[in-house]
Structures are given as structure tokens and as C-alpha cells.
């Protein structure tokens, strides 16, 4: 088995290029970084990508895109490259395999903020989009290319909605944040009033899905939403790193919205248990591991 993974040197996209290159030897990665010390690694111009050449070049027989911007709060202040890089770069590399590797099965990374603020809970595949930040729409705007590339050209397409992606590696969003806190304040205080939810799923169970999906999706352009379908609350998660570092100061929130924020959270996940998903990351434990590898880092 052939496999791309573009965006390999990211969060998800590091765990997803080890993860299938111990499995399988012709994986490859593909990204803005540099490195000469890999020779089954694409170097992608940031500014002016073009993925002609790899699939050129390659036959793959899966193509999992874990590339684009992903940051609420930054899609608001640089939208055109948050559509760049979320919808712009997910058009050209399906129009790169229609031309030269059709055959090749086409994973994006997509993400729960396409859905908004839910009418209700929990959230199905089937519910209606309602974006609150560009970055959710430019999400929603990816999920219909490949609905175009597959309804129109045939090409075997599949969109993976992600809610609240954590583990180790991560340096960005709330986890990460909390803890350089904890290292600077004795009074932290967070937006919103903690009772916000949102439903956190750990990059080892993400991968669990991905490969469910290689196995069994049928890529004609379905969708899974990729969560564990517990509900839980900002408050909470904050306590639960906390306890971890064995902070002593007080937490507070502000009562004020994060603008691009959702309020409540939580995932329909029948349709990838279908596939045979089983949480094997239970929260308290991934926050254990994600704390122990923060401390590290330092």
C-alpha cells in the first residue's frame, strides 16, 4: 500500500505519517517545512503550492490531507489565507489526482466547526451547517469540493469532521494554553463562563478512525463526524489539567464569548462506530500523558 499524507510535519499529521509508516513502507509525507534527511518527503511551496509533480510521479492509494490553517481566532484576522490554505489547497490537490493518480482514495481532515451553534445535541452528519467563524466556512467550502470531485469525476473522496482534537505534540487551543499559565499566574482566567462543552477525542483515537475508514469507508463523498460523543465542559477539562500540574491559584472565567466560539458541543457518532470505532484514550488519562509530555517539552 502507497500512501500520502500531506501536512505530515503538523499536529495530526505527525502522528498519522508515524503511525502508517511503521505499518507501511512506501508511506510518504508532504510539507512547507524542509527536510533533506527524508527522501519519501515532498517539500509544498507555503505561498504558491502545487502537488502536479507528486502525483505525477507516484500512484498512491490513499491521500490523507491533515494540511490547512486551524485557528479560529486567526481565520478572523487573516481570512484569505485561512481559505488558502483550508479550501484553496484542498481544490488543487484534487485537481493534481484527477489529472494524474484517480484511483487514489482522498481523506481531508475536515472539522466540527462547519456545524456552529447546533440547534440540538448531539450533532448528526446529517444536521444543518451553521458556521461561525471563517475558518468553519472554509471548512464547509473543502466538504463540497469533494463532493464536486467525486459526484463529477468520480474521484473516491471522504471528509472526517473532527471536534476537539488533543495529545501530545499539540501547542496551541486550551490545553496548551492552560499550562503556560500555570507556569506565569497565580489567577487564571478563561473566556466564557466554563460551562461551555465541547467533546474531546485524543490524536492516537483520530488515527483509530482514519484507518477504520481506509478499510471500510466507501468513499463516495460520506462523512463521519470524529469524536467519542461525551459531552464535556470547559470548567471541567480546565480542572482536570490543573489538578495535573498541581496548580494552587484560583481559575475564573470572564463571562465574555470568544468570537468564531461554538457553545456546547457534542458528537452523533454512530456512523464511525459502524466501522468499529472503541475509544481506547479515556480523557483523564490522555491529559495525564499530554501534561507529562508539556513538562518535557520545557
Known sequence: MKILIIGSKGFIGSHTFRFFKDKYSETFGADVSVDYADEKYFNIEATNSDFNDIFENHQFDFCIN??????????????????????????KILESIKKHNPSCKFINLSSAAIYGNPQQLPIKESDDFAPVSPYGFHKKFAEEILQEYYRLFNIPT???????????GLQKQLLWDLFQKTQTQENI????????????????????????????????????????????????????????????????????????DPLFWVADIEKIKTLGYKQKIELAHGIKNYIKWVKDFK
Open 66 to 91: 491533515c494540511s490547512g490553517a486551524a485557528s479560529v481566532p486567526d481565520s478572523l484576522v487573516h481570512t484569505f489565507k485561512d481559505f488558502t490554505l483550508n479550501t484553496v489547497n484542498v481544490f
Open 158 to 168: 471522504c471528509s472526517l469532521r473532527i471536534f476537539s482534537a488533543y495529545g501530545e
Open 189 to 260: 482566567q478563561l473566556f466564557g463562563t466554563g460551562n461551555e462543552t465541547r467533546d474531546f477525542i485524543n490524536v492516537k483515537d483520530i488515527i483509530q478512525c482514519i484507518e477504520l475508514v481506509m478499510q471500510k469507508g466507501t468513499f463516495e463523498a460520506e462523512v463521519y463526524n470524529i469524536a467519542n460523543g461525551e459531552q464535556i465542559s470547559i470548567k471541567k477539562i480546565a480542572e482536570l489539567i490543573l489538578s495535573e500540574t498541581n496548580f494552587n491559584g484560583n481559575l475564573s472565567f470572564s463571562g465574555d464569548e470568544r468570537k468564531g
